[in-house]
């Protein structure tokens, strides 16, 4: 057999197991280097603070519609979507049929169709925008960056206030263009309805506007998606129930200004007013109340909504 001795290394000397480690080893400093990997500097301009509120929106847009998330994330928005098309297409097959001037769901009464339709989807959006972040506490990471505290409010409302666009016009446009083509004369249609388009913008603003700044300032007051739920569900319901109750028992004219405060029924009389057409069925066909009233209601609730929401974060501690 072979000594071990015999073993060479790899510059072909014998290695010598038993030889003491190199004294010299501990006492020199440890060596560090730099390699060169390609790194290169940013050379590009500098967007800024415009730049990181687009870049939350389209985040924000992306959470509220459960893009890159699970299945059961997509489920609610989408199906409130799909289900806000609903009367679009009843009113359109009604037109093919039988003509459009015989069709129930017209411009002026298609947002009190899909009032709870909006309701559900702030009641099911608006925890997803901003209760995550405060639960988690990650605020600290955004307000460390060029991101202030009323930009990230403005790009949370914002990406709510654009998904509410998007269920209140997609629906408008669908019938406004197949009624158009179902019509014997086209472009005679769009001639004679020309000026609901304004009147539909304006409304679909006001409303997403209204359930937008409502919801989310319920939301942004606690940690818990579920109470942020529930609290704006409840809100909702209740002050309607409640003035409703109120009014039936009163029944005077001092009772009849209680109605403003149906909280759930104040958009839909406001949008109305807006197609210059009576308001549905409510407790605003229950009360002698100009009509203008409930626009300003509508714009008055909102204001306080977003001024509760500035007050909230520029308090909060990150």
């Given at each position: 057999m072979s000594n071990a001795s015999d073993i060479t290394s790899?510059?072909?000397q014998p290695a010598s197991p038993s030889q003491p480690p190199n004294s010299n080893s501990r006492s020199q400093p440890a060596e560090g280097r730099i390699y060169d990997l390609g790194y290169q500097r940013y050379t590009g301009p500098r967007e800024g603070r415009p730049r990181a509120v687009r870049a939350l929106v389209r985040a924000g847009l992306r959470r509220a519609w459960?893009?890159?998330?699970p299945f059961r994330a997509k489920?609610?928005?989408w199906a409130l979507f799909a289900i806000a098309l609903v009367p679009a297409l009843v009113a359109l097959g009604i037109a093919a049929l039988i003509g459009e001037r015989f069709s129930p769901i017209r411009f002026e009464n298609y947002y009190a169709n899909i009032a709870r339709i909006l309701l559900l989807f702030c009641t099911a959006v608006a925890p997803e925008l901003v209760c995550p972040d405060l639960r988690q506490r990650v605020l600290t990471l955004?307000?460390?960056?060029?991101?202030?505290?009323?930009?990230?409010?403005?790009?949370?409302?914002?990406a709510l206030f654009i998904s509410l666009l998007i269920i209140s016009l997609t629906p408008q446009i669908v019938l406004f263009v197949g009624n158009a083509l179902a019509a014997t004369d086209s472009a005679r249609y769009v001639r004679d309805n020309l000026d609901a388009l304004p009147r539909i913008l304006a409304a679909g603003l006001l409303i997403s506007l209204y359930f937008g700044s409502i919801s989310l300032a319920v939301a942004a007051h606690t940690t818990r998606r579920v109470f942020a739920?529930?609290?704006f569900f409840a809100l909702?319901?209740?002050?309607?129930?409640?003035?409703?109750?109120?009014?039936?028992?009163?029944?005077?004219d001092p009772s009849r200004a209680l109605a403003l405060l149906a909280l759930s029924e104040v958009p839909i009389a406001a949008t109305a007013w807006i197609f210059d057409a009576p308001p549905p069925a409510g407790i605003a066909t229950r009360v002698d109340l100009p009509p203008g009233l409930w626009l300003l209601a509508a714009l008055t609730y909102s204001a306080l909504?977003?001024?509760?929401?500035?007050?909230?974060?520029?308090?909060?501690?990150?």
């Amino acid at each position: 057999m072979s000594n071990a001795s015999d073993i060479t290394s790899g510059g072909g000397q014998p290695a010598s197991p038993s030889q003491p480690p190199n004294s010299n080893s501990r006492s020199q400093p440890a060596e560090g280097r730099i390699y060169d990997l390609g790194y290169q500097r940013y050379t590009g301009p500098r967007e800024g603070r415009p730049r990181a509120v687009r870049a939350l929106v389209r985040a924000g847009l992306r959470r509220a519609w459960g893009i890159g998330r699970p299945f059961r994330a997509k489920l609610a928005p989408w199906a409130l979507f799909a289900i806000a098309l609903v009367p679009a297409l009843v009113a359109l097959g009604i037109a093919a049929l039988i003509g459009e001037r015989f069709s129930p769901i017209r411009f002026e009464n298609y947002y009190a169709n899909i009032a709870r339709i909006l309701l559900l989807f702030c009641t099911a959006v608006a925890p997803e925008l901003v209760c995550p972040d405060l639960r988690q506490r990650v605020l600290t990471l955004y307000f460390s960056r060029s991101v202030g505290r009323l930009d990230y409010l403005l790009a949370r409302l914002g990406a709510l206030f654009i998904s509410l666009l998007i269920i209140s016009l997609t629906p408008q446009i669908v019938l406004f263009v197949g009624n158009a083509l179902a019509a014997t004369d086209s472009a005679r249609y769009v001639r004679d309805n020309l000026d609901a388009l304004p009147r539909i913008l304006a409304a679909g603003l006001l409303i997403s506007l209204y359930f937008g700044s409502i919801s989310l300032a319920v939301a942004a007051h606690t940690t818990r998606r579920v109470f942020a739920a529930g609290g704006f569900f409840a809100l909702m319901l209740i002050s309607t129930a409640v003035a409703a109750s109120v009014h039936a028992t009163l029944e005077n004219d001092p009772s009849r200004a209680l109605a403003l405060l149906a909280l759930s029924e104040v958009p839909i009389a406001a949008t109305a007013w807006i197609f210059d057409a009576p308001p549905p069925a409510g407790i605003a066909t229950r009360v002698d109340l100009p009509p203008g009233l409930w626009l300003l209601a509508a714009l008055t609730y909102s204001a306080l909504a977003l001024l509760l929401l500035v007050r909230r974060y520029l308090r909060l501690a990150p």
